[in-house]
T-cell receptor, first 112, second 111 residues
């Protein structure tokens, strides 16, 4: 079974803090994704990585950066957390040319 | 106008009912159509996948794609309380990595 794990289920941070969200997959997938999920807006892609050290901006990259130093690990960084970044963050992985994405359980981040 | 529209619900049905969940879309280049199920406090998991037009059946679930109307549906027969979840449609054009998700429909099946 594919397993995508995320470092925290729940996280509370203060405005201005630097926040790291970690994602690890165990299936040697090339592609990894970070989404945020908000009521009424659905899942929106923040960043995508198709290989180690390779990344592409998604639809809403502002205020976020990513790091992929190893194939299995993809980190999302909030450089200076703001209250409008309070959301559910979902990581996913997949293989190029295969439609399925495998999602982690999500991290519910609250910025106060 | 959003590329993919999905009624957020909530949709409440009695156990055993047939459930119909739908999405409409505007981009005629979409070729891959997926339905994901998301239980509360969990990540989405793939339920059904269809390439281009047509029907696909898997147990109690049937996915339909009508490209001429830009409309996709997921039918659940003999619905069970364990089907209570949020159902997300997702679409993809050929040769790209990017999904476009609907906002999800929350379904509650009452015992």
């Amino acid at each position: 079974d594919v397993k995508v794990t995320q470092s925290s289920r729940y996280l509370v941070k203060r405005t201005g803090e630097k926040v790291f969200l970690e994602c690890v997959q165990d299936m040697d997938h090339e592609n990894m994704f970070w989404y945020r999920q908000d009521p009424g807006l659905g899942l929106r892609l923040i960043y995508f990585s198709y290989d180690v050290k390779m990344k592409e901006k998604g639809d809403i990259p502002e205020g976020y950066s990513v790091s992929r130093e190893k194939k299995e690990r993809f980190s999302l960084i909030l450089e200076s957390a703001s209250t409008n970044q309070t959301s559910m963050y979902l990581c996913a992985s997949g293989i190029p040319s295969v439609y399925e994405q495998y999602f982690g359980p999500g991290t519910r981040l609250t910025v106060t | 106008q959003k590329e993919v529209e999905q009624d957020p619900g909530p949709l409440s049905v009695p156990e055993g009912a047939i459930v119909s969940l739908n999405c409409t879309y505007s981009n005629s280049a979409f070729q891959y159509f997926m339905w994901y199920r998301q239980y509360s406090r969990k990540g989405p998991e793939l339920l059904m996948y269809t390439y281009s037009s047509g029907n696909k059946e898997d147990g109690r679930f049937t996915a339909q794609v009508d490209k001429s109307s830009k409309y996709i549906s997921l039918f659940i027969r003999d619905s069970q309380p364990s089907d209570s979840a949020t159902y997300l449609c997702a679409m993809q054009t050929s040769g790209t990595y990017k999904y476009i998700f609907g906002t999800g429909t929350r379904l509650k099946v009452l015992a």
